[in-house]
């Protein structure tokens, strides 16, 4: 009887320890998220720690161009707002054309079918999709946009990204200090660091030229659809280190923190915010974007940075449903892993529960 009475209870038990975790981890996010206020911010400068090394850099001024060249010798620019493409300029025989960011809204929300029937509607989504692209990302998707047979398929794509970076900053960043969208310095529990260095990261692609073939012995005239991709720091051509610059990396060892700033009333906060330990900083809170934040208006410096909802609501069903998801475990990551255990456990001790209850009900006898 006890063994019974023990093993129905493991289950309720495991639900309420998971489901009481699940809300103390996630509690002070909660509060700020439905009781705080809601603004809007700017991530202004991106901290990148390394955890093994205790070494960290400062990221800020970003300044980045996408562009790309067409079969038919059009030349394509994105305009950009830090990181956000805001349209896209077109020069085409000597006529320069603007597509607007309702416009580029647009395109991005067709389907690949639907991009297909307008050629130079897939090659801007191109552009705008390569700001959200480390290099890996871009070489796949340039050999397949080098594989088209369209006079607008692209045949040289091109991305640079400048950026200033405070190196190697010893111990923890505790503050970081903003004049303007300038930062000025990092701060240590040791001192002050100011000086920073300019770093260019570019990427170009292009498809092969025609080749030989040399069983035959002429040329077949067919392109090879694997692209070059070249990678430079500086100027200088480099395959190691991080997949871009300060977004992606190729370990888990590092934790970003993006340094937020916004408006509480008439105070100007800048404050250093957490996605944690990753190989990449999701695309809504990195250096350049406007991002929303919830602070506690009784303590500013109290704030953490949020979804945007309202634009998630906005987007095609699928892409919902799929921005819902994202959105909510990467903001309540461990709370929402516990509070589903802890549902899962409870919907199993529920059943077991029934089961010892009423015996002689069971699933063969119900469906009869």
């Given at each position: 009887?006890?063994r019974t009475?023990?093993?129905l209870?493991?289950?309720?038990?495991l639900?309420?320890?998971?489901?009481a975790?699940g809300?103390?981890?996630g509690r002070?996010s909660?509060?700020l998220f439905?009781?705080?206020?809601?603004?809007?911010?700017?991530?202004v400068?991106m901290?990148?720690?390394?955890?093994?090394?205790?070494?960290?850099?400062?990221?800020?001024?970003?300044?980045a161009?996408?562009?790309?060249?067409t079969a038919a010798g059009?030349e394509?620019?994105?305009?950009?707002d830090?990181?956000?493409?805001?349209g896209?300029?077109?020069?085409a025989?000597?006529?320069?054309?603007h597509i607007?960011?309702s416009?580029?809204?647009r395109?991005?929300?067709?389907?690949?079918k639907a991009?297909?029937?307008?050629?130079?509607?897939m090659?801007?989504?191109?552009?705008?999709?390569?700001l959200?692209a480390?290099v890996?990302?871009?070489?796949?998707?340039a050999?397949?946009?080098?594989?088209r047979?369209?006079?607008?398929r692209?045949?040289?794509?091109?991305k640079?990204e400048k950026?200033?970076i405070i190196?190697?900053?010893?111990?923890?960043v505790t503050?970081?200090c903003?004049?303007?969208?300038?930062?000025?310095?990092?701060?240590?529990?040791a001192?002050v660091?100011?000086?920073?260095?300019e770093?260019?990261v570019t990427?170009?692609?292009e498809?092969h030229?025609?080749?030989?073939?040399?069983a035959?012995?002429?040329?077949?005239?067919a392109?090879?659809?694997?692209c070059t991709?070249v990678?430079t720091?500086?100027g200088?051509?480099?395959?190691d280190?991080?997949?871009?610059f300060?977004?992606f990396?190729?370990?888990?060892?590092y934790?970003?923190w993006?340094?937020?700033?916004f408006?509480?009333?008439?105070?100007?906060?800048?404050r250093?915010t957490a996605?944690?330990r990753?190989l990449t900083?999701p695309?809504?809170?990195?250096?350049?974007?406007?991002?929303?934040?919830?602070?506690d208006p009784?303590d500013?410096?109290?704030a953490?940075?949020?979804?945007?909802?309202d634009?998630i609501?906005q987007l095609?069903p699928?892409?919902?449903?799929?921005?819902?998801i994202?959105a909510i475990?990467?903001?309540?990551?461990y709370p929402?892993?516990?509070i589903?255990m802890?549902?899962?456990?409870g919907?199993?001790?529920l059943?077991?529960?029934?089961m010892?209850?009423?015996p002689?009900?069971?699933p063969e006898?119900?469906?009869?």
């Amino acid at each position: 009887m006890l063994r019974t009475a023990v093993k129905l209870l493991i289950a309720p038990v495991l639900a309420v320890i998971c489901l009481a975790l699940g809300y103390a981890a996630g509690r002070h996010s909660f509060a700020l998220f439905f009781d705080g206020t809601h603004t809007s911010g700017r991530i202004v400068a991106m901290v990148k720690e390394h955890g093994v090394k205790g070494v960290s850099d400062v990221y800020f001024g970003m300044r980045a161009v996408v562009r790309c060249r067409t079969a038919a010798g059009a030349e394509l620019a994105g305009q950009l707002d830090g990181a956000v493409m805001t349209g896209v300029v077109v020069t085409a025989d000597g006529t320069t054309t603007h597509i607007s960011r309702s416009e580029l809204e647009r395109i991005r929300g067709l389907s690949r079918k639907a991009l297909k029937a307008e050629p130079l509607a897939m090659t801007v989504a191109l552009l705008a999709d390569l700001l959200e692209a480390n290099v890996q990302t871009m070489e796949r998707r340039a050999e397949k946009e080098f594989d088209r047979t369209d006079d607008q398929r692209p045949v040289f794509i091109s991305k640079e990204e400048k950026v200033l970076i405070i190196r190697g900053i010893t111990g923890q960043v505790t503050a970081v200090c903003v004049e303007g969208n300038a930062v000025t310095a990092a701060v240590t529990a040791a001192g002050v660091h100011t000086t920073a260095d300019e770093l260019a990261v570019t990427v170009t692609a292009e498809p092969h030229a025609p080749a030989e073939d040399s069983a035959a012995g002429n040329a077949t005239g067919a392109v090879i659809r694997t692209c070059t991709v070249v990678r430079t720091l500086n100027g200088v051509a480099e395959e190691d280190g991080n997949a871009d610059f300060i977004s992606f990396e190729k370990t888990s060892d590092y934790t970003f923190w993006p340094v937020v700033v916004f408006r509480a009333g008439d105070i100007s906060v800048t404050r250093i915010t957490a996605v944690g330990r990753r190989l990449t900083v999701p695309p809504e809170y990195r250096l350049g974007v406007r991002t929303k934040v919830a602070y506690d208006p009784r303590d500013c410096d109290d704030a953490q940075l949020i979804p945007d909802f309202d634009k998630i609501r906005q987007l095609p069903p699928l892409m919902r449903f799929n921005s819902y998801i994202e959105a909510i475990f990467g903001l309540w990551l461990y709370p929402a892993m516990l509070i589903t255990m802890g549902a899962i456990f409870g919907v199993a001790g529920l059943i077991l529960l029934s089961m010892a209850v009423w015996p002689g009900v069971s699933p063969e006898h119900l469906h009869r």
